[in-house]
């Protein structure tokens, strides 16, 4: 039987595992060959110590060296079978100073970092590609650059794999805001306790729309049966996780709300058609 190939364009280290740290694990225990190409190195990610980017006490080449150590630890958890590290400078967040930096994944031209891409895909040949939507699923640029090098290096290759892009449903995008919501009225029952007074949170972060309609989801895949590794995926990028949605649950919770993973059919080359289960559906 042919070799079952998935291949996986991140944009930093820890991406993943939060979007699909449960496929990774569980296409490994079928047997699956999966490939992670990371593109860039995470130098804007928070410092060990908490420090955030653009504060003196931040170095993005520290920050760097740290992610990529936890990177390693969380593909030993997912059981992938070949990083490819792009190598790309961190972009930062939109309308950051760091986009302008000539090393920076942004500012590299689509068809150079493409190339090196279609490279990989004619290598492992994979049947099945993930990336984001041109929305960087949350907008940010190194997310939209992967978006983008991914569709240019399929027009590089002699076949069409499938490409799914990752998704979150409305519906459970709601709970999730329900959630963030809970947190934060016990977050200011607990300061109030203390007699800490917070100033109110602006809005305007929530406007971001993460979500995508229900009917749009063409994969949902069940990953709690790997759920338990799936957060220790997470939990390896430590640097990036204090404070995190993800590592405020215990693992029973955990699997209750990171229990499922959504994807979006863009190619279909296999003709399939309605929500599928398997993101190998139609190559086995
Ligand atoms: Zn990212």
Redesign the pocket.
Known sequence: MEQLTFLAVH??P??EASSTGGVFRLLANQGVRTILVTCTNGEYGDALDGAKPGTSEHDGDEVAKIRAKELNTSVDVLGISRLVRLGYRDSGMSGWPQNDNPESFWSTPVDEAAQRLAEVLREERPQVVMTYNEFGFYG?P??IQANRITLAAFELIDYEPTLYYNAIPNSVMAMYRERWAEEEREQRAADEAKGIVREPESASEEEVDLGTADELITAVIDVSSVSDAKYDALAAHASQMSGSFWMKMDRDQFRQVMGREWFVRVTNPRHLSGVVEDLFAGYR
Request: hydrophobic share 15%; net charge negative; glycine share 0%.
């Open positions: 944009a930093h820890d991406d940010h190194d997310h």
